[in-house]
T-cell receptor, first 109, second 114 residues
Framework: GQSLEQPSEVTAVEGAIVQINCTYQ??????LSWYQQHDGGAPTFLSY????GLEETGRFSSFLSRSDSYGYLLLQELQMKDSASYFC??????????FGGGTRVLVKP | DAGVIQSPRHEVTEMGQEVTLRCKPI?????LFWYRQTMMRGLELLIY????????DSGMPEDRFSAKMPNASFSTLKIQPSEPRDSAVYFC????????????FGSGTRLTVV
């Protein structure tokens, strides 16, 4: 089976940097995806790491270390609109994504 | 593109009734996924299709749940009979074959079974 662990909640102030860690256990690992979901909304794709290293997309970056079965999502220059839940998801054999439990990020003024 | 379209957005039904959720994937996307989201269980995959063929239905909770994809532009998820524990948000997502790490999700159907 597959399992993913990420913190349940993180609180930070506007302008700060937040790192959301994700550790996983799976067989047939291909890569790690990150999604954002606002309350009442749908998950939206943010980033994907198929190889080790850092991927940068504007204020958001994602990192993967296959040897450590670990990845993180880095949110920089936090804005109020970044208050949402963030999910890591493992892409493994079978062309399907398995999602973690999500990290709720609360941005305070 | 209009994105993945789900209907209805909200459904309230009585226990024992049949519920049908509908999804129209993005044109050209080969894969369609049905997920369920609850506070307790998070986002869990129920079933997915490739080119209208069900590939993996291991996440379907029990025989009360069934899903079909009669053509490339339409899929249904049916619950019969419904139970209160089926209350959840049901998401449909679609993806082309070269983007199976970045699905596009529909807005979801919030199902309440009373």
């Amino acid at each position: 089976g597959q399992s993913l662990e990420q913190p349940s909640e993180v609180t930070a102030v506007e302008g700060a940097i937040v790192q959301i860690n994700c550790t996983y256990q799976t067989s047939g690992f291909y890569g790690l995806s990150w999604y954002q979901q606002h309350d009442g909304g749908a998950p939206t794709f943010l980033s994907y790491n198929g190889l080790d290293g850092l991927e940068e997309t504007g204020r958001f970056s994602s990192f993967l270390s296959r040897s450590d079965s670990y990845g993180y999502l880095l949110l920089q220059e936090l804005q109020m609109k970044d208050s949402a839940s963030y999910f890591c998801a493992v892409k493994a054999a079978g062309n399907k994504l398995t999602f973690g439990g999500g990290t709720r990020v609360l941005v305070k003024p | 593109d209009a994105g993945v379209i789900q209907s209805p957005r909200h459904e309230v039904t009585e226990m024992g009734q049949e519920v049908t959720l509908r999804c129209k994937p993005i044109s050209g996307h080969d894969y369609l996924f049905w997920y369920r989201q609850t506070m307790m269980r998070g986002l869990e995959l129920l079933i997915y299709f490739n080119n209208n063929v069900p590939i993996d239905d291991s996440g379907m909770p029990e025989d009360r749940f069934s899903a079909k994809m009669p053509n490339a532009s339409f899929s249904t998820l049916k619950i019969q009979p419904s139970e209160p524990r089926d209350s959840a948000v049901y998401f449909c997502a679609s993806s082309p074959v070269d983007r199976l790490y970045g699905y596009t999700f529909g807005s979801g159907t919030r199902l309440t079974v009373v």
